[in-house]
């Protein structure tokens, strides 16, 4: 009889899951992956910051992955599971977010979360990435393609937008925010080394999206002036519940030679939600410019 009652329950919890659309998932939280360097703290203007480099073969270069407002590195973990070993990779958690401290009275900005990463790249003696950014991360790498051009190998921007204005208005009431925000604050708790500082970091994040980022279509335009040759690939989801959906479109049409990649059937949790399909399309970004790395293209 219990087997029978486990066994109904089994069935119960997988007839729910497969009623919901995968684009409205929120699947678990990943986590970086054991091995390369633990993590360290550098101090930025005033904020220690917290990254953890991962070895790759040494003729690759680096991968900077960037994670979104609220959450942490370890968001990206599959897609650095996947690609370490292969690729030396760095993960950040910005300013306030995650296992780093904001120390300071000043607010929060994507040009200062910029010059952050500048100043870990500088301190380990990288001149030069890839930066993989979701939704916050990618406006950073957008910030670092337009000051620190120097710095860029190239960019894969997913799900980032060029305006606070294109944020959509529903996102808050989306199924996937409405299981993300508790789940953030949660994290944040047991991460942060500072966690009673919650509220004052969520009044920053909610002062930052308020007004920024404001680029428009000049500013993307001058974009490929500052990174000619490099590759620039604009990734969304067709199910995009945070920012608007015409958003990728214009982003890739003012930045000359970036190439637009909808991906069908997931939303702004891609990476999680479909992560074979997600990390498959990194690859190719990551190659787009190789003719032969046959061992990591499936």
Avoid at 142 to 148: E, K, N
Avoid at 214 to 228: T, V
Avoid at 257 to 267: R, Y
Avoid at 276 to 287: D, E, G, S
Wanted: hydrophobic share 35%; charged share 20%.
């Amino acid at each position: 009889m219990i087997r029978l009652i486990f066994f109904t329950c089994i069935v119960f919890a997988l007839a729910l899951s497969i009623d919901v659309p995968l684009y409205q998932s929120l699947p678990p939280t990943p986590h970086l992956p054991n091995g390369g360097r633990q993590g360290r703290y550098i101090t930025s203007d005033g904020s220690r910051l917290w990254y953890r480099m991962y070895p790759g073969q040494p003729n690759r270069p680096l991968i900077t992955f960037l994670h979104g407002g609220y959450t942490n590195s370890n968001y990206w973990g599959l897609q650095i599971t996947a690609l370490r070993g292969h690729f030396p990779i760095l993960a950040i958690d910005s300013r306030g977010h995650g296992r780093s401290v904001d120390n300071t009275s000043n607010p929060i900005t994507y040009s200062i979360m910029a010059d952050d990463v500048v100043s870990i790249l500088d301190h380990l003696g990288h001149n030069r990435t890839h930066i993989v950014g979701w939704s916050d991360g990618g406006i950073i790498g957008l910030d670092i393609a337009m000051r620190y051009p120097l710095y860029l190998h190239g960019l894969f921007c997913f799900g980032c937008s060029y305006s606070y204005e294109n944020v959509n208005v529903t996102i808050m009431s989306s199924p996937t925010f409405l299981k993300c925000m508790p789940r953030v604050q949660e994290e944040y708790s047991h991460l942060n080394p500072q966690p009673q500082n919650w509220k004052e970091f969520k009044d920053k994040m909610e002062s930052l999206w308020s007004k920024l980022p404001s680029w428009n279509e000049k500013d993307l335009k001058d974009i490929p002036d500052k990174n000619e040759g490099k590759e620039i690939w604009v990734v969304d989801g067709a199910e995009e519940e945070a920012i608007n959906l015409s958003t990728p479109k214009e982003m890739s049409e003012w930045i000359d030679g970036s190439k637009l990649v909808i991906l069908p059937g997931v939303s702004h949790f891609a990476f999680m939600q479909s992560p074979a399909a997600f990390t498959r399309v990194l690859k190719q970004y990551l190659f787009a410019k190789e003719s032969s790395i046959d061992s990591l293209r499936s």
